[in-house]
């Protein structure tokens, strides 16, 4: 039975009632008084309401949905701004809120680096060749692939670059020339395994050279140093996990053609000990 997925819905009353049926047949003896009970709710047919409109869900109520659906926190997330969505008094708020959920879902529907995640992301310069390859101009040279990079790399690493991207499925030929295969490509949130790890360590290295190497309206920095409490960090991540979906889905929303490659990089880092370490 396949399981149903949260991110394909705009509207979370359809989810709701998708998700009971889905429930329902997996076991017939699960109810909407047994979801009531779940979440908290004294009326059995609060599931119900909420489904056919006669109530709307609070912000307390969503918090209980979630739990009794037993939601991810990146799906919690989804369903509060479909809720959120559901409920704008505003145009500016339904825009508001849509773009996150486009946001999203986008990078939701992005392929993840799996098998030959390790080659890909161990070299910097394989996705910055896999993105020029959506540029108009782009040429299957590695002469020129090679002198297009900064900083530049060899023809003879630009040649093993370009065959192995094609032998991983990442890269096609196209009546002699190269073009990249599916859409958008992206590492997770949170940083596992080795391969990802030699990902943002090489990145954050180049972000180091090229506070020298470009000029200021080439490049952009900016930082803050700031105490906060231990119960933030993980309200941070999240936002810092938004921002980047939102980032994904304006580059990938514009019409006009690709003409360069830019490396995004989101993060923080802890300057002090954590309090347990402190003593």
């Known amino acids: ?20 049926k889905f429930r329902k047949r997996a076991n017939r003896r699960f109810s909407h008084r047994a979801f009531a009970r779940r979440a908290g709710q004294r009326s059995p047919s609060t599931l119900s309401d909420v489904i056919e409109g006669r109530r709307n869900l609070t912000l307390t109520t969503t918090e209980t949905f979630c739990k009794a659906m037993g939601l991810s926190a990146e799906e919690q997330v989804f369903f509060t701004l479909l809720v959120q969505l559901d409920q704008a008094k505003s145009s500016e708020d339904r825009n508001r809120v849509y773009e996150r959920i486009a946001a999203t879902r986008r990078f939701k529907e992005a392929r993840r680096i799996e098998g030959e995640g390790f080659r890909y992301l161990s070299h ?54 190269i073009k990249p295969c599916d859409g958008t490509i992206v590492t997770p949130h949170e940083v596992r395994g080795l391969a990802a790890h030699n990902y943002h360590h090489g990145n954050l290295k180049m972000a180091v050279d090229a506070i020298e190497r470009f000029r200021p309206s080439e490049r952009h920095f900016c930082g803050v140093t700031v105490a906060v409490p231990q119960v933030i960090i993980p ?33 923080f880092f802890p300057l002090s000990a954590p309090p347990e370490e402190a003593l």
Not at 142 to 152: G, I, N
Not at 246 to 257: D, I
Request: proline letters at 5%.
């Open 124 to 177: 910097w310069y394989y996705p910055a060749i896999r993105e020029l390859a959506h540029c108009p101009d782009f040429r299957n040279d590695p002469a020129w692939v090679a002198k297009q990079l900064r900083p530049t790399i060899t023809t003879a690493q630009a040649k093993k670059a370009l065959k192995e991207l094609i032998d991983m499925g990442l890269l096609e030929n196209n009546d002699g020339g």
């Open 235 to 267: 309200r941070l991540k999240q936002e810092l996990s938004d921002f980047q979906e939102r980032m994904l889905e304006l580059c990938n929303s514009l019409e006009e053609p690709d003409t360069c490659v830019i490396q995004l990089n989101l993060n």
């Open 1 to 20: 039975m396949t399981e149903i997925n949260l991110f394909q819905y705009l509207d979370y009353r359809e989810f709701l009632r998708d998700w009971f």
